[in-house]
């Protein structure tokens, strides 16, 4: 059960590591390999500094977790497994067809998908999941564009007049911010892998939810290693399918999605940093002209959005109905 929350969380780093680089390369600001590498340490980072607000919120505020620890050590090992595999098929996907999802929602839908053919809907708490999860998902990438949209405008005026000293600046400015949103994603991101394992380690242990150390450290370099080694894949679709980037759009758009970012980790809410990139570069994007963004792309990602918690929660129901009839 822990290898595969390592391989789940290695699996996140592939999918949604390139993602937080990717204006940077795109715009020339950084190098892709030194991105990829810089970015997985801050995952890193991230991931063991900056609390478990979401990694509670994910094991406590999402299911009635006391119902997996009361099943027995065996049962509640199986409901994780289950749980991981269902988001690891919908993650495994879209990373193949180069599609910004989101690899953590997609455990949110497989974790309440399986806590359905577990338990029944009654075992899930609607209302925080309905808050937490979904609202959330559609409000970061809003509050990104929105973020995105204000920065952007505000930077050319101030700049209007700028040399080339400040380009410079910009772009210094650009990978400071760039690493802030990669401390902010590894966070996040760990945390909501830690918090479902947590959950079958505290079965095994017979004691309550928990969040140890080894197991924070562990996951978040799960999220770093995935980062480092598989990041380029995303990179292209974001940094240059959905408006053309250049400097001063790629600095305004991390620091809105980092100031998103540290908002959600703050108020433990599991949110995605593909999204609220995704958001912030199109709040940059129309700032000067709706017509440099590319809607056709973005179609397209919306439409993987809205199937992304249903499928996902789909595919852990069936793996974990397959999974209890033959192993139960």
Known sequence: MIAIGFVTAYINGM??????????????IMAPRAAVVWSGICNFIGGVTLGTAVAYTVGADMIDADRILGA????????IIAAFLGSMAWNIVTWIVKLPSSASHSLMGSLVGCMVCACGAGAVHWNAFMIKVVAAMVLSPVLGFVFGWVLQKLEQRLLRRAT???DRRIRILDIVTTMFVSLT???NDAQKVIGLTAIGICAARGTGLSMDLWLIIMMSAGIALGTMTGGFNMIGTLGRGIVKMNVDRSFTSHLSAAAVMEIANVLGLPVSSTQVLTGTVIGVGTEDRPRSVNWGILKNIAASWILMLPASGLMGYLVYFGLSRALL
């Open 15 to 28: 999918h949604d590591g390139g993602t937080v680089v990717a204006t940077s390369v795109t715009a020339r």
């Open 72 to 79: 027995g050590e065996r049962a509640a090992c199986l409901f």
């Open 164 to 166: 080339m000293v400040w």
């Open 185 to 187: 994603h590894g966070s």
